[in-house]
């Protein structure tokens, strides 16, 4: 087994992006920072406009030249910078979705000078046009009052009606609050149900997940829930001891690793 599977780093991704062989990931699910001034214990969510682009645009062109040839990415945005980013991305890769995650925020308090923000913007883009994506495993099941709806007899049998429907591009899924049994001490975690959805679509059993922002450690999680294999980088030393903890509890011993990044090997 390849010595980057299955370990977190900790380190910037834009230099540990060197340890991955290009060509060798199923899905990237990238979730950085939104550029909102939010404390990730560094100042990485802290740069102007026109730098937190580029930073943008360099990380993204180091990251998908290791996706395979009908590899997938999933990128979490907000409404400030997702038009410019889903155009950066469009000119390198096929866009297939914009879902909106509605985060469930209670009804209380807000802005009174524009609409409360409620959601966040995730797109969805491949590499080519036989890329992975497994319906099955994500579809959602009837309720029983739909199925009886459906009863029928054109419709028994129908594999649509057993198996469920294809979720549609607004995800309503209650963000973390602070009693959420899966909250970590992360500000920006997002919900397992989010993640593992992705990875069973996007990528197939046994293949690898790279997170390049890995956070509390959600889609290392995910992966080993689902079946697949994982890699992935962050910044924050206490982060990373949180990722550690959020696998044991998995039973997976983590590989945490803050060495250099190894010199390539020649042509």
Not at 205 to 222: K, N, R, Y
Not at 234 to 246: G, S
Request: glycine residues 6%.
């Amino acid at each position: 087994m390849a010595d980057w599977l299955n370990q977190v780093f900790c380190e910037d991704a834009l230099a540990g992006l060197a340890r991955i062989p290009d060509g060798a990931i199923d899905l990237i699910l990238a979730d950085p920072p939104y550029g909102l001034g939010k404390d990730y214990g560094n100042d990485s969510d802290k740069l102007a406009t026109a730098d937190y682009l580029q930073w943008m645009e360099r990380w993204i062109d180091a990251a998908l030249p290791k996706l395979k040839a009908n590899g997938s990415l999933y990128i979490f945005l907000t409404w400030r910078y997702s038009p410019e980013v889903f155009v950066m991305l469009k000119q390198r890769m096929t866009m297939v979705n914009e879902i909106v995650w509605d985060r469930r925020v209670p009804s209380m308090g807000g802005s009174v000078r524009k609409y409360s923000s409620v959601h966040d913007t995730i797109g969805f883009f491949v590499m080519a046009r036989d890329y992975h994506f497994d319906l099955d495993a994500i579809r959602v099941p009837y309720d029983a009052v739909t199925k009886k709806a459906r009863s029928r007899s054109i419709f028994v049998g129908a594999k649509w009606l057993e198996l469920g429907y294809n979720p549609k591009d607004v995800w309503s899924v209650s963000r973390l609050h602070r009693e959420h049994r899966e909250r970590a001490d992360h500000p920006t975690q997002k919900p397992l149900e989010i993640i593992e959805r992705m990875v069973k679509a996007s990528c197939p059993p046994g293949g690898v997940v790279l997170d390049p922002f890995m956070g509390s450690g959600t889609t290392a999680v995910a992966a080993k829930r689902c079946g697949r294999q994982f890699v992935g980088f962050e910044l924050n030393p206490d982060y990373c001891a949180m990722i550690a903890q959020r696998l044991a509890q998995q039973g997976v011993v983590a590989h945490m690793s803050d060495d250099p990044v190894p010199a390539p090997a020649p042509a």
